[in-house]
T-cell receptor
């Protein structure tokens, strides 16, 4: 059972426009969320994160929004640049389970293509 | 500052063999986690180590094992390799157990013939 879902395998956006990547989760114990970017032949690179006590976090061109009631988060990239073309993974962690583990549960990724 | 280093980058093995993969975390990071990435299952958690102790393990058979050394470097071992073990194995490190974000290495691409 997929606890973190990225329902769009791919997304194409024109350079300069906004890219919106979506992620849904089912486990209500998740309280920390991260976005990673991955280029071919490289490991995932951390982009931005958000704690469940917030509903928005911003870092430069990247903003993550969290809607806890809908169990939904999104990553906005404005403006989109060709160098943003990569696979984006949403990940979630449960930091208060008491199990002593903070493993990341990943979605299957969305491939973003930014067209010049 | 050096990132997470994984060796080797590529490995080819045959069914039934065993393999050991190595991971050196970012300097000062004490927690190491391992993940398996396949086209069908995506990124899946294997296990996490902190202070030379396995803190948690994902849903993988006992053929998958690991350890962590006193300098925080970690190794994972897969015995009796199967075709389905072909995957990208990623190591991630963080400052302490439970600290986020985890920072990933570039992985070891394991191919089983």
């Amino acid at each position: 059972d997929q606890q973190v879902k990225q329902n769009s395998p791919s997304l194409s956006v024109q350079e300069g426009r906004i890219s919106i990547l979506n992620c849904d989760y089912t486990n209500s114990m998740f309280d920390y969320f991260l976005w990673y970017k991955k280029y071919p032949a490289e490991g995932p690179t951390f982009l931005i994160s958000i704690s469940s006590i917030k509903d928005k976090n911003e870092d430069g061109r990247f903003t993550v929004f969290l809607n806890k009631s809908a169990k939904h988060l999104s990553l906005h990239i404005v403006p989109s640049q060709p160098g943003d073309s990569a696979v984006y993974f949403c990940a979630a962690s449960a930091t208060t389970t008491g199990a002593g583990s903070y493993q990341l549960t990943f979605g299957k990724g969305t491939k973003l293509s930014v067209i010049p | 500052k050096a990132g997470v280093t994984q060796t080797p980058r590529y490995l080819i093995k045959t069914r039934g063999q065993q393999v050991t993969l190595s991971c050196s975390p970012i300097s000062g990071h004490r927690s190491v986690s391992w993940y398996q990435q396949t086209p069908g299952q995506g990124l899946q958690f294997l296990f996490e180590y902190f202070s030379e102790t396995q803190r948690n393990k994902g849903n993988f058979p006992g053929r998958f094992s690991g350890r962590q050394f006193s300098n925080s470097r970690s190794e994972m071992n897969v015995s009796t390799l199967e075709l389905g073990d072909s995957a990208l194995y990623l190591c991630a490190s963080s400052l302490e157990a439970g600290a986020q974000p985890q920072h990933f290495g570039d992985g070891t691409r394991l191919s089983i013939l």
